[in-house]
């Protein structure tokens, strides 16, 4: 199924809206259990707490859910699309041969594709590249930051290998 540029944006403004509503109730839920038990507020500041979590929240399975309208065999299809796309090995080699043009084109897909997963900080990660390379040609910030997006990215498809195939 295709869309037009006024379907496209009306399903985007739709979907944003239906986020917009959740996010709301589920505030309003998460509200109600910090009255009922405001211990949750308390922070752990332990080093492993905190990578554990990180590694944990990578991937916002239900911020991808939304993003497929809650269909999960359509959610379980783009996660495999996902999966085939190897974009890492791609932007790799881009950068190995410093095509940084086609760089560009290639991350923004990646940003993109991180984000209709779920995969946000990995997806703000790839549009500051992105952006380095669009607006600015500093070429400086993408050597400095793509091997650790790589590294983001490849734990992003491992986080996403195992939910699709289990393990």
Known sequence: M??????????????RMEEHAMEKEQYAKMQEELKKQPELLVCESHG???????????VDWERGRVFCAGDEDFYTEIL???LD???DTTLSQYYEASDFE???VKVHAVKTNLANIGAVDASEMAKKLELALKNEKDM??????HEEF???YKKVVSKVEKHVYGG
């Open 2 to 15: 295709f869309f037009n540029k006024t379907q496209a944006g009306a399903f985007y403004l739709r979907r």
């Open 48 to 58: 492993n707490a905190s990578a554990a979590k990180a590694e944990n929240d990578i």
């Open 80 to 82: 495999r699309r996902f």
């Open 85 to 87: 796309d190897h974009s």
């Open 102 to 104: 086609n760089y560009r």
């Open 140 to 145: 400086n910030y993408v050597k400095a930051h």
């Open 150 to 152: 790589i590294r983001v």
